[in-house]
T-cell receptor, first 115, second 115 residues
Framework: KAGVTQTPRYLIKTRGQQVTLSCSPI?????VSWYQQTPGQGLQFLFE???????NKGNFPGRFSGRQFSNSRSEMNVSTLELGDSALYLC??????????????FGPGTRLTVT | KNQVEQSPQSLIILEGKNCTLQ??????????LRWYKQDTGRGPVSLTI?????NTKSNGRYTATLDADTKQSSLHITASQLSDSASYIC??????????????FGKGTTLSVSS
């Protein structure tokens, strides 16, 4: 099976602009989670989508939003970009293992730089 | 507060040597503990997943141990190789049926293997 793919891999934007990142999960996986990774904070959970519905949301401002399509592909949007939004954005699709244990498969990430 | 602490923050070892990375957590309730390897600029890749009933799990030269009583885990790397240079992230899962918020991430240990 093909892995999780994310596009674009690299992005440079200016403060105040908006950006849309895309994620295609592993075929058959219906859950997609998004994370922000910065050197100081590590991985922080943004939100999770399951069957086109946002199931959970982390502690991020409303400038961060997402959606999921019927084919499970997901997009993440950040509006009014700030310098602090510079980070590696990771997408993960999940497969149920057993006893409420899910394995998460991460994509390569999108490196966003805000100048 | 649910937290995962890793030590050391960074480590440099010679190729061929063994090393052990530590993880302490204050997460409750506890479901599982994972170790991920993240190469620079890439997404994390799962090395091991252990539930509370498992004390040890191996994946090639990687061996993870778990002491649920003391809430400690370690990742032992045997006969290190240059390709082991990466960030190793300890992640604790809490019982949930939502994959995203069910994981608490440590900030990682950066391992550098030199020749």
């Amino acid at each position: 099976k093909a892995g999780v793919t994310q596009t674009p891999r690299y992005l440079i934007k200016t403060r105040g602009q908006q950006v849309t990142l895309s994620c295609s999960p592993i075929s058959g996986h219906r859950s997609v989670s998004w994370y922000q990774q910065t050197p100081g904070q590590g991985l922080q959970f943004l939100f999770e989508y399951f069957s086109e519905t946002q199931r959970n949301k982390g502690n991020f401002p409303g400038r961060f939003s997402g959606r999921q399509f019927s084919n499970s592909r997901s997009e993440m949007n950040v509006s009014t970009l700030e310098l602090g939004d510079s980070a590696l954005y990771l997408c993960a699709s999940s497969a149920y293992l057993a006893a409420e244990v899910y394995e998460q498969y991460f994509g390569p990430g999108t490196r966003l730089t805000v100048t | 507060k649910n937290q995962v602490e890793q030590s050391p923050q960074s480590l440099i070892i010679l190729e061929g040597k063994n090393c052990t990375l530590q993880c302490n957590y204050t997460v409750s309730p506890f479901s599982n503990l994972r170790w991920y390897k993240q190469d620079t600029g890439r997404g994390p890749v799962s090395l091991t997943i252990m539930t509370f009933s498992e004390n040890t799990k191996s994946n090639g030269r990687y061996t993870a141990t778990l002491d649920a009583d003391t809430k400690q885990s370690s990742l032992h790397i045997t006969a290190s190789q240059l390709s082991d240079s990466a960030s190793y992230i300890c992640v604790v899962g809490i019982p949930a049926n939502q994959a995203g918020t069910a994981l608490i991430f440590g900030k990682g240990t950066t391992l550098s293997v030199s020749s």
